[in-house]
């Protein structure tokens, strides 16, 4: 089968959340008709203004919330509950604090305990974390807390890695360094990633296509293909290329920001 006629990797159709306002009768249109895919291997960024549903989407195809409205399909498997077909790193850095970093990725294997061990070793070495395997969170800073969240959630093999704001706590090196670490681990593996940022340098530079959602109640605004060619390092965010693309993606959030703005004037 052709790539153009392979079933996605992750369908989302028609999904909508609607939440209840606290203190009110009214409820809270937080996302309304979403549709989109994503292919097999495809590094596709969601980027939106604040409050725009990108988070509460990622967290339906996580199964971690429930949908009031429409499906989100994994290899054709409707999503209903947490799952390992998807692995899933959050902005805070999710370990357990009394388990080294070993143990940590190892907490998210099955198998005997030398297979487990094998297994989390490889990952904090694609990490480069394996000379600190044996310490614990307290230990590390927060790029390596992050790093052992990556390896964990990789260490089970899941089908769509699913990252919600990852690097967004972190300081502007750490983060520029972590970019570069999830680029060269994805061009090395090809891992179909769903990644949510606000940061559109971030996005332009990680992905091989970009949506960009409407304010509030969110929908896919439109898809951007990012058509620089990798392998990337960082000279790309200094050639006329990637300005093209990070003017586009301001100008487009930009005017969903201004829109948002207005309708809360409307409002007041």
Known sequence: MSPALAAPKLSVRGLRKVFADRGSSDEVVALDGVDFEIAEKEFVTVIGTS?????????IIAGLEEQSEGDAIVDGEHVVAPGRDRGVVFQSYTLFPWLT?????????????SERAEIAREHLDLV??????DSYPSQLSGGMRQ???IARALSYKPQVLLMDEP?????????QLMQELLTRVWEEHRL???FVTHDIDEAVFLSDRVL???ARPGRIKEEIPIGIDRPRTFEIFSTPEFFEYKARLLASVREESLRSAEAMEVLR
Do not use: H, I, Y
Request: charged share 20%; proline share 0%; with cysteine.
């Open 51 to 59: 409050g725009c549903g990108k988070s509460t989407m990622l967290s």
């Open 101 to 113: 970093a070993q143990k940590n990725v190892e907490f998210a294997l099955r198998g005997s305990k």
């Open 128 to 133: 480069g974390l394996d000379r600190f395997a």
């Open 147 to 149: 790093r052992v969240a």
């Open 167 to 175: 690097f967004g706590a972190l300081d502007a090196q750490t983060r």
């Open 192 to 194: 179909t990633v769903m």
């Open 212 to 214: 960009v959602m409407t």
